[in-house]
Every structure is written in C-alpha cells, then in structure tokens.
C-alpha cells in the first residue's frame, strides 16, 4: 500500500487544512503519514495564525490548493470547509474570546476539487470571506481545515492539520471620508445639500448616492459650485439611484452642479425642471468644465425633466462644454421650451461647446420623444461646436424647431477651425425644421447637420436617417452636399452654411435597427426594439 502526502496551499490570500479520513471501498488502512501545510499571499508563507482588520461588508478572497508528496495512479477527492469546534479550544489556549465566523460570512467556489491521477496538485478552490453586519467591533474566528477525502486512507500530522483566520470587524462607516476608498455616503436630502461644504479646493472629494431621493420638499436648490469656483472638484457615483423632483430656478448657472469639475456618473434624474436667468443651464451641469477644469457625465439617465429656458446655452444634460466627455447618456420625454421667447444655442445634451482646452467628445447617447424649441443652432444632440466637438454613435427621436438659422438632428452648427467630427448616428426624429419664412437664404436646416459655418477639417460620415422625417430643407441653391455624399476633408472648403442630410435609410427602417447595421455596440445598447435602449 502506497503513502500519500498532502498539502494544502492558500494562494492570494487565506488558507488551512486539517486531518479527514476517506469514505471508499475497504481496503487496508495506510500507515500514518506526515502531511505539511502551507499557507501564502504570494510569495509571503503566512503564520498558522492570520489577522485581518475589516469594516462590515468587506472581503477578502483567496484561492484554495491541495498538494499530494507522492505522485501515483490514484484520484482524490477534496472538499474543503472549517471546523467550529476548534474555535473554542482556541480560545483557551490563547486566553482569547473570538467568536465563531458564521457560515455566511465565508464560502467556497469549488468546494470539492479533484486530484486527478499523475497529478500533484487539484485545481484551486476561490474562498471569500466577508466580514459580517456589527454594531459594536467583533472578533471572529474561522479554523479553516480539510473536511473530507475520498480516494485513499490517510492521516495528519496533528501539529500541522489546520491554519486560524482572525477577522477584527468594525461597524461599517456610515458617513464616509470623502476618498475614493471610503467617499462621502448620501441617503437624505439633507446629506446632498451638505455636499459642496464638505469639498474642499485642491482635492478630488468622492460621494456615493446610496437611496433614492425625492428632493419634492427641496424648494429650490442651489447648485454645487455655482460661483465659478472651479477648482472644487468632485467624483460623484450615483450608484444606479434615483434622484426624483430637483427644481433649480432663479439662480445663476442651474443645475445640479453649477460647474461641474469632475466626473459624475450611474445616477437617473427623473422630474427636474429648471428655469435660468441669464445664458449656461443644464440639469446636471450649467457647465461640464469651464476652463481650465475638466467635466465628464457618464451613464445618466434623464426623463420626464424639463429646462423652462429662454437664454442661451441651454440643455438637458449641460449648458456648456469644456473638453467635455459625456457618455452613455439616455434621455426620455425631456424639453428645452419656453413659451415666452426662444433660446439660441440650444440642445438636449450639449448647447454649446465653448472655447476650451480641449475639444468636447459626446458618444453612446440618445434621445426619446421630446421636444427642443429655440431660435438658432439649435439640435438634437450638441447646438453648436466652437473648438471642435466629436459626435459618435448617437441619435434622437424628437422634435426639433428652430425659429432661425442652424437647426439639426445632431450638429445644429459646425462652425470650429479645427476637427468636427459626427459619425454614426441615427436620426428619427418627428419633426425638424427652421421655421423663418424669410427668402434671402440665411436660414438652414440639415437633418444631420444643421449648418457648416467655418472652413476647416471636417468629418461627417456613416449617418442615416428616417425618411420619414417631416423636415423642411434649408434654402442654398448652391449646395451640392446636402443627401448621400459623406464630407471628409483636412480642409473642407464648401459653401460656408452648407448643411448636411447623411443617408435616407429604407422605408420601414427602425432606428434600432439602423444602429445596429452602424455597429453600434450592443453590450453598451439593446436593439431588439424599435429603438436604442441603453443597457443597465
């Protein structure tokens, strides 16, 4: 009869093993046999004791490995766990009074690993341990050891059967410090309207949105960084919440954030309105940077809000862009309209990207239903660029009206020196028209691009849309670029407001599925439906 030696290694992070005897056919037990055990994270052998200090909710996750000394013709089988018994005996032994860790706080993925034949060591076995809901600090305990081995007698030296794992937990942090490890938690109205008194100039302050908040008894709210104070910056993770009913009228800059400088990202804003008084309004930034800070919206959902505007730059998402990046942006039954005058620079993402750094990216977004109704470079997805805005994988089913010049499904004017960019976007919108019933040939509007103003790289490509549309043409004779020919140029030297249509998808065309035969990507979009939807 053979001798098998077995060891037991913690990779990554934990691990232990102890003494079990095989549940098989009868056959002759084996002669004891000395088993070592190991224990390591990385190349670091731990103590048979090990210590972490946690605060509820943490985790620590390791991998789980047993090791034979003698490779043979035989297959075992081993099944890991922990051995509560020993926890009291460890108590006495070392004048210590830790507390059994419940079986919820750990588990294994395997549980049960196999050795296979001329093999030395079985495949890992994930443990994660997770440090339990406390009130007060509490001492755990787990004996982690073998529980079972079929396959083959065998014994355990007692002295190397087992290693301890202590977990030291505290009560989780309620509140917060404001680092990205451990940023600032939000759960009551009262906690967001403390936020910009916890920020502080020269630091990046981190917040963490942890209900649903219905801001209904917040009658009006002042904007975080409103009085041009650019240099407190913010990373604020809505943690796929809701944030219901925001009203910001009255005050300079509205928005949530008067100038973001930062990022903020996975929160939906439901039942905004917001009234400006003077030009820069958005609902979640009046402006996402403002030089020299930098403004990033990313995975933010919009609906049911409204921007009661009739002052420049204004929009649902933001006002005004300083190298600004928004991204995965989805927006349902919102409107830009003020029934007593008509905003110029007008948008449902971006109203104007404004002398920056940097040039503005917009991608991945899109805009259901609604309405925009302003008086010139007005759009669907940026009113217009200054210094350069690149438009990717975007689109709309709105409607869009313009009482003037620049209207446009997706760029109501290109009117930078350097690189304008819009591809692959999709426009099915209801209604897009410039309004002016004046002759002279001043007024445009393009179903893609409202309005090419400057000279200058340009890049319109890959854009289709309904034809379904009820549009009403720009008037310029002369233009040879509104339909089906794409405007690639390092130095575009067209018609100074031509305008730009994109391609007529075939009739009966979704704009799901227009998207999709763009290649939009479809981890980012759902496209079974008649429109893009963005994925949670």
């Keep these: 009869m053979k001798k098998y030696l077995l060891t037991i290694l913690a990779l990554a992070g934990v691990l232990a093993a102890v003494s079990c005897k095989k549940d098989g056919p009868e056959t002759p037990k084996t002669p004891s046999v000395v088993m070592s055990l190991e224990a390591s994270v990385g190349a670091e052998a731990l103590q048979q004791t090990t210590t972490y200090d946690l605060q509820s909710g943490q985790q620590r996750t390791v991998s789980v490995k047993a090791t034979v000394g003698e490779i043979g013709n035989y297959t075992l089988t081993v099944a890991f766990g922990a051995d509560e018994k020993l926890v009291a ?38 443990l994660t341990l997770t440090a339990p809901e406390v009130e007060v600090e509490t001492s755990y305990l787990l004996p982690l050891v073998i529980t079972n081995v079929t396959g083959a007698d065998f ?34 109205t009262e906690d967001l309207l403390g936020m910009e008194e916890k920020m502080v100039t020269g630091n990046v302050i981190y917040f963490k949105l942890e209900n649903d908040i219905d801001m209904t008894s917040v009658e009006n709210w002042v904007p975080i960084n409103t009085n041009n104070t650019n240099d407190l910056q913010v990373s604020f993770d809505g943690n796929g919440k809701t944030i219901k009913n925001l009203k910001c009228t009255g005050v300079a800059n509205p928005g949530f954030f008067g100038v973001l400088n930062g990022t903020i990202e996975n929160v939906t804003f439901d039942g905004a309105f917001i009234e400006p008084t003077g030009k820069g309004s958005g609902v979640v930034a009046a402006y996402c940077g403002k030089d020299p800070c930098k403004g990033t919206i990313r995975n933010v959902v919009i609906k049911n809000s ?206 799901a599925a227009a998207a999709k035969s763009l290649g939009w990507d479809e981890t980012i979009w759902d496209l079974s439906g008649t429109e893009p939807v963005l994925k949670k």
């Design 155 to 188: 014994t355990v030296d007692p002295q190397a059967d087992k290693f301890y794992f202590v977990l030291n937990v505290k009560p989780e942090d309620k509140t917060g410090a404001g680092t990205k490890e451990n940023p600032y938690r939000l759960r009551t």
């Design 89 to 126: 005996a460890y108590n006495t032994a070392n004048n210590k009074s830790y507390v059994v860790l419940p079986a919820t706080a750990y588990a294994f993925d395997p549980q049960t690993v196999t050795l296979d034949a001329y093999n030395k060591t079985t495949p890992a076995s994930t």
């Design 306 to 511: 409204t921007n009661n505007s009739k002052q420049q730059m204004s929009a649902i998402v933001a006002g005004l862009g300083n190298g600004a990046l928004i991204e995965k942006v989805y927006i349902e039954n919102c409107s830009v309209k003020n029934e007593s005058g008509k905003p110029r620079f007008t948008a449902f993402i971006l109203a104007i990207d404004d002398k920056a750094t940097s040039p503005s990216v917009i991608r991945n977004c899109y805009v259901k239903g609604g309405e925009i109704d302003g008086n010139q470079q007005v759009a669907g997805i940026c009113g217009r660029s200054i210094n350069g805005v690149t438009i990717e994988n975007c689109g709309l089913s709105s409607k869009i009206i313009g009482n003037d010049a620049c209207v446009g499904g997706i760029l109501g004017q290109a009117s930078s020196s350097v690189l304008d960019k819009v591809t692959g976007c999709v426009v099915w919108c209801t209604d897009i028209k410039a309004t002016s019933t004046a002759q002279d040939g001043k007024y445009a509007s393009g179903i893609v691009i409202g309005s090419i103003n400057t000279n200058g790289p340009k890049h319109f490509a890959n854009c289709l849309y309904s034809p379904a549309v009820d549009f009403v043409d720009g008037r310029y004779p002369d233009n040879t670029k509104k339909d089906t020919d794409d405007i690639i140029s390092d130095a575009f030297t067209g018609n100074v407001r031509t305008y730009w249509h994109g391609k007529a998808a075939a009739t009966g065309t979704s704009a």
